[in-house]
């Protein structure tokens, strides 16, 4: 594996910024967290494009519905806190309602934010936008990813969620297919369990599943980005296959990754499962990695958790 | 169900249906002023009629809109019912959802829809919601029925409208319960940051909401001075806004004016046209029974009969 790291934030600002021209409809609305969100870039390039509208998130998200209605391609960036509690109204009645073509980008998201603790920390973001109706969610696995979910998004027609962290983490996905909104992407194949994974735990998966190859035990991993609409045929392929399915996310494991998986497996192959995140609780400070260590986010936890799922 | 009712039962009344075409053809700005007046009545008879039929919408906030909507529709915005999609058309955001009824009478006789159509509202599988729905209703620009949105994304066509260098109007047309709304101030704040033009908020001031009066529930008062303070452009009066030759004034004071964002307000009633549901709180949301439709409904004809002489 790599040791190169990026933050998806910075590469979100940078690909902004180069994807401007490719995209003349797009324009970026800010609440007064640009410079966190880097989107300052773009707004410091296209200050035509650029609407910074102050720490009122509502007004915000409404504002690009009522653009997104007029043939523009808004991208709203805030932290994924306040795009899933400060703007859902808006985003249900305005924006999902209308399926209009709103890029909403929440940063900071998962435990990132993680020495601002847990107002800023966002692990029910996903329970809460995957429940609207026709609301694509994304949940980029690195900086690459995050780059083409954000393409692939301003090419799409209707309203999509991307959630992103603050902080460096590995490349895991340079000079590999890229990114394809509603697919899985199988990183390794095997046959004693299936582990789901989304977002920042993608490295600690991959590190996982080569640990547990070492103790002969085969990992079928797959990196589930899009969490709606979830990719139910390669799930149900996988799962028929193992047996076994265990979910790993940033996010509490209450309708996240770990409720999209349970709903589709639940439908059409029931399996044994298990669910890597956090436990129906709020986190506290302290440094990132740790801090999801120690609310069951690390890659022990996950050959932990993949253990006592073959033993059932 | 049976019918007690129906838009068309006017002609029962012997009072005639005013052709719209005949107002969009008028140049005559008194006679097309007396002739809106009317349709603004007729309107409201239709309204009341589908909402005692129906057993169910809002009356008291659909009533208050009847002139300001059929001045907008018939005289102030520039529309193509026949093509809903054309871009440079003016947009009008009707914050206020409670009002779709009235929304649904002035789209009808401006060409979106049939007026037979009406009588379909809040019925399974009509494209009449409870609440307006753009992508269901030919002519409605933004789904709403949960106050304090609206001004958001009329900003956001605005901006829009500047951002791709068009010069269609953005409305927006909200009552007291919207101006309740804290995203409503955001949004006189945002609107007053970035200034597009042509951004005009119109404010149906019945000063009754749901609960009870206004200045009881959440008063708004001094609303001119709130709105200059957040540097809005606001005209020296409030105009009645029953009145078509008023709101026509107004547009006439809108037109003149260079520094954005307008907002204008017009004095209302909610219940407005029968006598015993105007400014009445009950009158919000609560069901025409058969007694009060049988002691209202000659109220409203009466007055159509008037304006009908005047035509």
């Known amino acids: 594996m790599t040791t190169k790291e990026i933050s998806m934030r910075i590469a979100f600002g940078q690909a902004l910024l180069e994807i401007a021209d490719k995209f003349p409809k797009m324009v970026v609305l800010d609440a007064d967290v640009s410079t966190s969100t880097q989107t300052l870039l773009f707004g410091k390039a296209h200050p035509e494009r650029f609407f910074n509208v102050g720490v009122a998130e509502a007004n915000m998200a409404d504002i690009a519905g009522g653009m997104a209605t007029c043939g523009l391609r808004p991208v709203v960036s805030t932290f994924a806190t306040f795009v899933s509690l400060k703007c859902t109204d808006q985003i249900r009645n305005v924006v999902c309602y209308n399926n209009l073509p709103v890029v909403f980008v929440g940063g900071y998201a998962g435990l990132s934010d993680s020495f601002d603790g847990t107002s800023h920390q966002s692990v029910i973001d996903l329970a809460i936008l995957r429940a609207m109706p026709n609301m694509t969610v994304i949940v980029p696995g690195d900086a690459i990813e995050m780059r083409q979910a954000l393409e692939s998004s301003l090419s799409y027609n209707g309203p999509t969620f991307i959630r992103i962290c603050r902080n460096p983490t590995p490349v895991l996905f340079e000079n590999h297919p890229p990114l394809q909104i509603g697919k899985i992407r199988k990183i390794r194949d095997g046959g004693d369990l299936t582990i789901g994974v989304c977002g920042v735990p993608t490295f600690m998966a991959v590190d996982a599943a080569e640990q547990l190859s070492q103790e002969d035990i085969s990992v079928d991993l797959l990196e589930i980005s899009t969490l709606k609409p979830i990719d139910t045929e390669t799930l149900v392929a996988s799962a028929s296959k193992t047996g076994r399915m265990l979910t790993v996310e940033e996010h509490s494991i209450i309708g996240g990754l770990a409720g999209a998986v349970s709903e589709a497996l639940g439908k059409h192959c029931p399996v044994r499962m298990d669910f890597v995140g956090l436990e129906d609780t709020f986190a506290e400070s302290g440094p990132y990695i740790p801090l999801m260590a120690k609310y069951g986010i690390s890659k022990q936890a996950i050959v932990q958790k993949a253990k006592a799922l073959l033993k059932q | ?311």
């Open chain 2, 1 to 311: 169900m049976e019918r007690k009712a129906s838009p068309l039962d006017i002609a029962k009344n012997k009072i005639g249906r005013l052709d719209p075409k005949k107002i969009l053809a008028e140049t005559n700005p008194k006679k097309k002023a007396a002739m809106m007046q009317y349709l603004a009545q007729q309107c409201r008879l239709d309204v009341f009629d589908v909402l005692h039929e129906k057993g169910t919408g809002h009356w008291g906030g659909a009533t208050s809109a009847a002139e300001l909507l059929t001045s907008l529709y018939f005289h102030i915005m520039n529309v193509r019912p026949e093509q809903t999609d054309w871009p440079d058309r003016d947009r009008l955001v009707v914050s206020k959802g409670h009002a779709s009824s009235m929304l649904y009478a002035i789209l009808a006789n401006r060409g979106y829809f049939s007026i037979e159509e009406l009588r379909t509202f809040r019925d399974l599988n009509s494209r009449l919601q409870g609440h307006p729905c753009m992508n269901k209703t030919p002519g409605v620009e933004m789904s709403t029925g949960v106050l304090g949105h609206g001004l958001s994304v009329a900003l956001g066509m605005a901006l829009a409208a500047r951002a791709m260098k068009k010069n269609y109007w953005s409305f927006v047309l909200v009552g007291d319960g919207c101006l309740n709304e804290g995203q409503t101030w955001e949004g006189i704040m945002a609107s007053a940051k970035f200034r597009p033009p042509h951004l005009v908020l119109l404010i149906d001031y019945n000063k009754v909401q749901l609960d009870g009066p206004s200045d009881v529930i959440m008063p708004m008062d001094p609303l001119p001075d709130k709105l200059r303070a957040f540097n809005w452009t606001i005209p020296p009066k409030v105009y009645d806004g029953h009145s078509v030759l008023e709101i026509l004034d107004s547009w006439d004071w809108i037109r003149q004016q260079t520094t954005w964002p307008v907002a204008v307000i017009y004095k209302t009633h909610k219940g407005k046209g029968v006598s015993f549901m105007e400014d009445e709180n009950k009158w919000h949301g609560a069901v025409i029974d058969d007694q009060s439709y049988t002691k209202g409904r000659p109220e409203l004809v009466e007055t159509l009969r008037k304006l009908e002489a005047q035509l």
